[in-house]
């Protein structure tokens, strides 16, 4: 049974490619709802009903866990999922999101202990990264800024365009002058890291920007060390396969330049 990685589009590759980095043993089932993306401006009901329907094909095709790749989805239907529909689905299948992994280092990494948040505007409104460092680091200032340009940017093959620069720069000005006192930078979607090189030439020098791929990874691997009955249902055959909504070939372009390998997709319709 491959392990399931679902985004909205081709966000999710930047943590298939670490994941598969730390741990290149397994099979990866990978899947884009490209034909829907952006998730990050739909209401809460839709993402939850589109994430839905994902993590029911991929259940469909063998994984017994999946992963949400995708913050917007983490943040509107992963405790739904988990708690309302898992139970009656399978309650032997895990689905797992990338927010938690993500703020269990938050505390570690900044020094001022004012972290800002660039994330979609479905992420953002949730405030699910404020809950849950409220719990886990209750004296930190988090800044929480919505790009909604920057999905679209990545979508379109426009991450390296000069057109990129204005908005790029935009959101980043807008977080500092919200709170100048910010050392870290956590990229708060998964598509925010192919807009690295320009995330890095216009973000203050000295404030670090942290992306989410590693760290996903390292608490999979950790996962799967403490969860051997979930582990012995991985395969481990070093396979990738892709699937997507939208055409193949348009997928297999962008999404080989953005895995540095060769892809070759499938389109699937996700039934409702
Ligand atoms: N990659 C997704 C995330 O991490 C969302 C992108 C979208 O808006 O569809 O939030």
Known sequence: MPIGIFDSGYG????????RKRMPQYDYLYLGDNARTPYGSRSFDIVYDFTLQAVKE???????????????????????????????????????????????????????????????????????????????????AITELACPMWVPLVENNEANSPGADYFVKKYIDQLIEADPEIDTIVLGCTHYPILMPKIKE??????????????????????LRRHPEIECKCEKNHGMTFLTTESSEKFDSLASMFMDCPVESRRVTLPS
Do not use: W
């Open 12 to 19: 999710g590759l930047t943590i298939l490619k670490e994941i």
């Open 58 to 140: 991929l259940f469909a095709r063998g994984c017994h866990l999946v992963i949400l790749a995708c913050n917007t989805a983490s943040a509107k239907a992963l405790r739904s999922i988990q708690q309302n529909d898992l139970p009656m689905i399978d309650p032997s299948r895990r689905v797992l999101g990338v927010i938690r992994p993500t703020i269990e280092v938050l505390p570690s990494l900044s020094t001022s202990h004012h972290i800002g948040l660039l994330a979609t505007p479905g992420t953002v409104a949730s405030h699910s990264y404020r809950m849950e460092l409220e719990k886990m680091a209750p004296g930190m």
């Open 202 to 223: 216009f973000a203050p020098a000295g404030i670090k920007v942290v992306a989410q791929g590693s760290l996903v990874a390292e608490s999979l691997a950790d996962y």
